[in-house]
């Protein structure tokens, strides 16, 4: 089975430099000028806003929700953001957890892995048809991150009383002018050294080096973010595949996608198709996962010797795979649901029916 399952992003791009500027919508959020009388949200409606999110992630996902939730999505709704029920989930990969809208549709939700390890974090990613964007590993990395970004753009300066309107927690994860008495002059690189990886921050430092033509650089960087910095996603080996391919390195570029194949292929941050084509791949890989999903496929695994209830996740897995092609969950959510049942795992098979 391939690495514990988690997510992938439409973003198709045709060069690493214009893939790297085109950062998740997410991350393109801004507070802006609005007047802090219509953005302070009281405690009171802090606690409603997520008690609701709260809940399902304890009752419904069973799993431990971010201590510092509420104040992650206060501040997005801060950045304009329309709290959405968790419960929104038709159409959308049956794994996330749905926090809030932007204006333009991008979707911020929480992640459940469906076979986490204990004490593992549920990252913070942004929903598209063919899978998740990873914005951050957790809550509090994604909190830190935007504090960062808005001190160096001087609102939380001009607001500091408006901030003062949440809970107190964010100040125990950033200290309002930390970034300017830092004495790094970019944003990306205080946040790369002082808060932790970022994958579109990893992507667009390769694209800078490519840009100056530092080819070598761009490989490093490329080589660094495939260094299980982010286990379980595919993202980083295929950007890896996109760099080798514009140095012009084809026969390494083919076997990094190749690699990246071997993911999950909502992880990898762009349309299967995307990937396959840097492979040289047709439809050998789904003809493969069709074969593995016939009766026939799975009796082969289990006179192999693999336990029945790994040959129902392996099951779950390939079933996600397909559906991420052309983000057709909808039509896998009831056998994927079952495969979990089959593997003893009722809570996910329930978590992964659940809509409002």
């Not at 607001?159 to 200290?175: I, W």
């Not at 990893?202 to 973010?225: C, H, N, P, S, T």
Request: aromatic share 8%.
């Amino acid at each position: 089975m391939r690495n514990g399952g988690v997510l992938m992003a439409i973003r198709g791009v045709t060069s690493v430099a214009s893939m790297a500027s085109s950062v998740p919508s997410s991350l393109l959020r801004q507070f802006g000028n609005k007047s802090s009388s219509s953005c302070v949200v009281s405690s009171s409606a802090s606690a409603s806003i997520s008690l609701d999110h709260i809940s399902f992630i304890r009752d419904v996902a069973v799993a431990k929700p971010p201590d510092n939730l509420s104040s992650m999505m206060n501040i997005l709704q801060m950045q304009g953001e329309s709290i959405i029920s968790p419960g929104a989930r038709k159409g959308l990969i049956p794994l996330v957890i749905p926090l809030t809208e932007s204006p333009s549709g991008a979707l911020t939700a929480l992640l459940r892995w469906p076979t986490a390890l204990p004490g593992m974090e549920m990252p913070v990613v942004e929903v598209h048809k063919n899978g998740v964007w990873l914005l951050a590993k957790n809550v509090d990395q994604y909190i830190q991150r935007i504090l960062v970004e808005e001190d160096a753009r001087g609102f939380l300066k001009n607001n500091e009383k408006l901030l003062d309107s949440f809970s107190d927690s964010y100040r125990d994860l950033y200290k309002f002018g930390d970034f300017i008495e830092s004495h790094i002059t970019d944003v990306d690189t205080y946040l790369l050294s002082k808060v932790g990886l970022f994958p579109d921050l990893i992507e667009r430092k390769a694209a800078k080096y490519m840009k100056k033509g530092d080819d070598v650089l761009a490989l490093v960087a490329g080589e660094f973010y495939t260094k299980n910095h982010f286990p379980g996603f595919g993202r980083p080996f295929v950007f890896n595949a996109e760099i080798l391919l514009e140095v012009g390195r084809k026969p390494e570029a083919k076997d990094a996608a190749r690699g990246a194949l071997k993911s999950p292929w909502w992880t990898l941050g762009c349309n299967y198709k995307d990937v396959a084509n840097i492979a040289e791949w047709d439809d050998e890989q789904i003809e493969y996962i069709k074969e593995k999903l016939t009766k026939e496929g799975k009796q082969e695994d289990l006179k192999k010797g693999k336990a029945p209830a790994q040959v129902a996740l392996d099951e779950a897995a390939f079933l996600l795979d397909l559906a991420s092609i052309e983000g057709t969950w909808n039509d896998v959510n009831e056998r994927i649901s079952q495969c979990y049942i089959e593997a003893g795992v009722d809570d996910i098979a329930k978590f992964i029916l659940y809509r409002d």
